[in-house]
């Protein structure tokens, strides 16, 4: 683990500071995170109350100082503070005096998201990005009705249907189901009552939410790897609070950003810092219940991923959440405190435990149970990539808020935002569903082309779109989605990625 007793140990070249290990005033043995290894992957894991939120809010605000962007899930409300500068709580104060150092309150630049568009610019993804594995784990689908997905997502690529929303994927699900004694022959069995079930589940996502997330425009999933003029990476909060009532919309949401950025990025691999580091707070809703398909996808995009310049950081409660071949390529390790209750409470201490490398100066398995808070076992990778020796660490105090923003604080931050307009109002054009009714054009976007023929002119004149109204941003976007969505298309039938979206 990396050591260091400069006289500004948070102002350390390449390092990001997570706190200082036990043995009072003096010289201090200081622990780091190594920017160049960021894009390994990391956990931070302990029971509620710990100290977890701070732990990634902590190293968030690290990435962000040293130009890395970050995207992070604020499933509480208590990581929106980010924008605004900390208002030196004393236990942070006190915390910093502990460790040898000066609070300074700061803020950081951040852009707000929300699937619901309520407290953040709209996310949205199109039906066939998704892709026919991740809509089936989002429909709780079993294999049969997994078999059916795969039909109709076979069938609208290979006769141009654009699935962009839920009506569209409806559409090709009837369209299908009409026409099975036909593609009986060509791709196997099409039940009736797996074609019901898949609707009743389409009619449950859509009352989740699943019909503002679908659609266009599209995110542009590289929006998240920016810097402010400072040269600060930004910060991509999403407001997950809301979204968390429906668990495995939250869960495939996550996975198919990840997915997105895995087929979107170039190679690249090592850097002196990471591009985007990703944090998926609420790991277990990722892994459980998970088909052995997905969690073999799963863990080839985390493994493959880094060399794409992307770290990681899974959070959760308990290390046992997250997949042994998972797990093994998390280099970068915060360990807050477990309590022993249970049998299964006992053997994810043990199994915490094992997975550090030991110090002997105390018992690894003990001290996990008797963490404070704001306490953690940290264990980074060192300078040759190899984990170092865990230490007992004092964590260091977050320098932003740490606690939710006002509703005038988003209103001011999202006022400032270079988004605003580009997400936010809906466009529906021309798909399967407008195809399949008989009333829509060309499904590769003529109908769509020949509405905004007088405007394209004005969109694209302007290469950064300053003078457009929201309404015009919204419309820029969209076109940019279909000519995406076109592209893929030149090909008969379009590649999809290891998780089922498309490949780009």
């Known amino acids: 683990m990396s050591q260091a007793s400069e006289s500004r140990p948070n102002a350390v070249p390449g390092k990001i500071l997570v706190g200082a290990a036990h043995g009072g005033a003096g010289a201090r043995a200081y622990r780091y995170l190594t920017l160049s290894l960021g894009n390994r992957h990391g956990l931070i894991s302990g029971a509620t109350g710990g100290g977890k939120t701070v732990s990634l809010q902590l190293l968030a605000e690290g990435f962000s100082n040293a130009g890395a962007s970050v ?9 929106s503070g980010l924008s605004q500068p900390g208002d030196a709580k004393p236990p942070f104060v006190k915390r910093a005096e502990e460790i040898g150092l000066d609070y300074e309150p700061d803020r950081f630049p951040v852009v707000y998201w929300d699937v619901f568009g309520e407290q953040g610019h709209m996310v949205r993804a199109t039906v066939s990005e998704m892709g026919p594995l991740l809509i089936s784990r989002l429909l709780d689908l079993n294999e049969t009705q997994e078999g059916v997905i795969n039909i109709v997502f076979k069938v609208a690529d290979e006769q141009g249907l654009l699935l962009l929303d839920l009506k569209d994927l409806r559409a090709a699900l009837a369209h299908v189901a009409e026409n099975a004694a036909e593609y009986k022959v060509k791709y196997g069995n099409i039940a009736p009552a797996s074609v019901g079930a898949i609707q009743r589940q389409l009619l449950v996502l859509e009352t989740q939410g699943g019909d503002k997330f679908f659609g ?33 919309l939250y869960a495939t949401f ?33 892994f ?24 990681v ?43 550090f490398r030991k110090n002997p100066s105390f018992d690894t398995a003990d001290a996990i149970m008797h963490l404070g808070v704001g306490e953690a076992l940290v264990s980074m990778l060192g300078d040759k990539g190899a984990p170092e020796v865990v230490d007992r660490v004092l964590i260091a105090p977050p320098a932003a808020r740490v606690g939710p923003v006002t509703p005038q604080e988003r209103a001011a931050v999202m006022g400032e935002s270079k988004f605003s307009g580009k997400y936010d109002t809906p466009v529906d054009r021309d ?74």
């Open 71 to 79: 995207f992070l899930a604020d499933v509480k409300g208590d990581l």
């Open 216 to 248: 266009e425009p599209a995110l542009e999933i590289t929006d998240f790897i920016r810097t402010d003029r400072d040269g600060r990476g930004v910060v991509n909060i999403l407001a997950a609070d809301k979204l968390m009532r429906a668990p495995k």
């Open 254 to 286: 996550l996975l198919w950003m990840l997915s997105e950025l895995f087929e979107t990025l170039p190679e690249v691999g090592d850097q002196d810092k990471p591009k985007l580091v990703f944090f998926f707070d609420e790991a277990h809703l990722l």
């Open 288 to 311: 459980d219940d998970a088909p052995k398909a997905l969690l073999s996808a799963i863990e080839k995009v985390v493994r493959l991923i880094r060399s794409k310049g992307v770290g």
């Open 313 to 355: 950081y899974f959070i959760t409660q308990n290390p046992l959440d997250v997949p042994d071949a998972v797990l093994g390529q998390l280099g970068n390790r915060i360990q807050h405190a477990l309590r022993a209750f249970t049998p299964r409470d006992q053997k994810a201490v043990r199994a915490a435990a094992e997975t």
């Open 431 to 504: 798909s399967a569903y407008e195809k399949l009714q008989g009333g829509g054009q060309n499904a590769a976007g003529g109908g769509l082309i020949g509405s905004i023929g007088g405007v394209l002119g004005k969109l694209f004149g302007s290469a950064k779109g300053k003078n457009l109204s929201p309404a015009e941003a919204a419309l820029r976007s969209a076109v940019q989605s279909a000519a995406r969505t076109a592209g893929n298309r030149i090909a008969k039938e379009i590649l999809r990625g290891v998780l089922g979206g498309i490949s780009k």
